[in-house]
């Protein structure tokens, strides 16, 4: 817990609505290099960013360097910069984001998925937090959307290549609208959002399931973004929580003109 308590207003969007206020989660330390997968993983968990439990083998059994070949198709990285506690280019306004992010954004979603459960990765890019979340357990389906056709193809041949068996049944991606989500297959468990929204999007909070979670960075390019974690409880009331600085790409929104920098 962070110890967090309820500080203001109610009624946003047309949710009952809190927000929440507590330390931010810490991320100065930091998570080192290593020159192989299961050794990036270990320093994440030695430096508190993950703990033993599923994010820590779901971690393991992904490589991270499998999920950073580019939109050009052109290799993957070299292991010095595939294991650095780092994010990586993957195309054009799109970035495969640093392991400690993805450990963090794991931890915080993975109690809130059961055998079964439902997820929404939007920004989905290398593919690599979409897989995961459908690892986080039994029968999960994983849904990732993209604006762009050449991250969906990227994302789909990265998942291809690290668990077959898994793409277009516990794994789909698709070009989507992040604003919009997926209604059709919606309520979702989790839903993650891997680039910074200039709002909380409302379709997005109606998507969650009572009782669900969702992950979203929020703030303009080049200004302050904090990563913030919104619940919705079982009653419906929406609580949403700032967890730390954030530095991420823009979430498209084809509502105002407005494409990834």
């Known amino acids: 817990s962070l110890g967090s308590t309820p500080l203001r207003f109610h009624m946003v969007f047309g949710w009952p609505f809190s927000v929440l206020v507590g ?4 991320e100065s330390r930091p998570s080192g290099i290593g020159r192989t997968n299961d050794e990036l993983v270990s320093n994440l968990k030695r430096n508190g960013v993950v703990s033993a439990g599923i994010v820590e ?28 506690d780092a994010p990586l280019a993957i195309g054009p306004g799109a970035s495969l984001s640093a392991p400690h992010m993805h ?14 459960g439902r997820a929404l990765d939007v920004g989905c890019g290398s593919g690599y937090l979409t897989l995961a979340m459908a690892m986080l357990a039994d029968d999960v389906v994983a849904y990732g ?27 789909v991606l698709a070009e989507g609208d992040g604003w919009r989500g997926l209604p059709e297959h919606a309520p979702f468990d989790v839903i993650h959002v891997g680039a910074a929204a200039h709002s909380i999007p409302s379709k997005l909070v109606d998507q969650l399931k009572n009782g669900g979670r969702m992950i979203v960075p929020v703030g303009d390019p080049g200004d302050s973004q904090t990563l913030f974690q919104v619940d919705k409880h079982e009653d419906g009331h929406v609580t949403v929580e700032p967890l730390t600085a954030v530095r991420y790409v823009e979430l498209v929104d084809f509502r105002r003109g407005r494409r990834s920098k």
Do not use: H, W
């Not at 971690?59 to 290799?75: I, N, Q």
């Not at 762009?148 to 998942?159: E, F, G, K, Q």
């Open 23 to 26: 330390p931010p989660l810490d």
């Open 57 to 84: 083998t779901v971690m393991r059994d992904l490589d991270r360097r499998a999920f950073t070949r580019t939109v050009d198709f052109s290799g993957v990285a070299m292991p010095s910069a595939a294991y650095r």
């Open 103 to 116: 450990g963090q954004c794991l931890e915080l979603l993975a109690p809130k998925l059961s055998t079964g």
């Open 145 to 171: 959307i993209e604006p762009t056709a050449s991250l969906v193809d990227l994302s789909r041949t990265n998942v291809r290549l690290a668990a077959p068996d898994r793409l277009d049944k516990t794994v």
